[in-house]
């Protein structure tokens, strides 16, 4: 079977992500507005949730409801991944129950263990190495702000080097722009993603640990400084990252009208200020609606249901 899954952004080519661009933008239009757009009645998908999130299951569960399908929600009890059954034990299984699965886990093996063995398109809600349906929406918001000025784009992302960066670079190997995680010493994101990145040439990705950096951006992007599964470092990580915060002292560097961007949940005060997250410069609410709307134009798009 040609079963198709997104498992990592670069599984999609620039011509796919613009066609992602232009979906995502039609369905968010179709979804604002109320229309009728049932793709998926008499489908249904699993959701497994070994990492939880609220934002992941209401966008997904609320989209796929939109799109005439039903969404199964299994929480981390449900399932015990790895404990009670295996990966490659549930794809199969629920390949023979569901039209579609979306899992967000903490190992990346998992992930490609339920795409080696499921029969129905699988979505990588998030592992501990990469975000694609997080990435490709950023990037979706980047485009809604600046299609005028997409290219060439100086993207600075500001922080852990976590599986958010490791998502920005794996983008950076399909479209082009210049990529700089500016991060402390110790944290810098996967070297041999940055390493597959530099190696297809089109864009620019680098890792800094001066703020300097921020100079000229047209994106600035943070994170949370401890992910989940790294709070116990949060003292630690506090002493560490302070001076990367994003504030408006750092902003000023930046180009004029630059965006300010962030996953959420934010830790306001910690990794941005008030002042920052709150300003015109900021899409974060627009950024985090879009998560509904690209996951929407991924699962239509990988079930062939355009």
Avoid at 10 to 15: C, R, V
Avoid at 21 to 32: M, N, P, Q, T, V
Avoid at 64 to 76: D, E, R
Avoid at 187 to 202: C, E, F, P, Q, W
């Amino acid at each position: 079977m040609n079963v198709r899954h997104c498992i990592k952004v670069d599984d999609f080519s620039k011509e796919e992500i613009l066609d992602l661009f232009a979906l995502a933008s039609d369905l968010k239009s179709k979804y604002r507005n109320k229309e009728e757009f049932k793709p998926f009645a008499n489908h249904s998908m699993a959701m497994i949730f070994a990492k939880p999130s609220a934002r992941t299951r209401v966008s997904f569960e609320t989209g796929f409801a939109w799109m005439g399908g039903h969404a199964i929600y299994l929480a981390p009890q449900d399932i015990g991944l790895g404990k009670r059954e295996s990966a490659a034990d549930l794809a199969q299984l629920f390949s023979r129950y569901n039209d579609l699965i979306m899992a967000r886990v903490f190992s990346h093996q998992d992930i490609l263990d339920f795409e080696e063995h499921a029969t129905v398109p699988v979505i990588n809600g998030l592992t501990d190495y990469n975000h694609p349906c997080q990435i490709l929406t950023d990037i979706f918001t980047v485009w809604e702000e600046k299609k005028d000025s997409f290219d060439n784009l100086k993207i600075v992302y500001i922080g852990d080097g976590n599986n958010i960066v490791n998502s920005w670079v794996r983008l950076a190997s399909v479209l082009p722009f210049e990529f700089v995680c500016v991060c402390p010493e110790g944290y810098s994101s996967d070297a041999d993603t940055i390493k597959l990145a530099n190696d297809v040439g089109i864009s620019n990705v680098s890792v800094s640990h001066s703020l300097d950096s921020v100079h000229n951006a047209d994106v600035i992007y943070t994170d949370v400084w401890a992910s989940m599964g790294q709070k116990e470092e949060i003292d630690e990580r506090i002493k560490i990252f302070s001076p990367f915060q994003v504030n408006s002292d750092l902003v000023k560097n930046a180009k004029d009208n630059y965006l300010f961007m962030h996953c959420l949940p934010a830790e306001r005060g910690r990794e941005v200020t008030d002042n920052v997250i709150d300003s015109d410069n900021s899409i974060v609410f627009e950024q985090a609606e879009n998560r509904l709307h690209m996951q929407n134009a991924i699962m239509v798009t990988l079930h062939n249901k355009v």
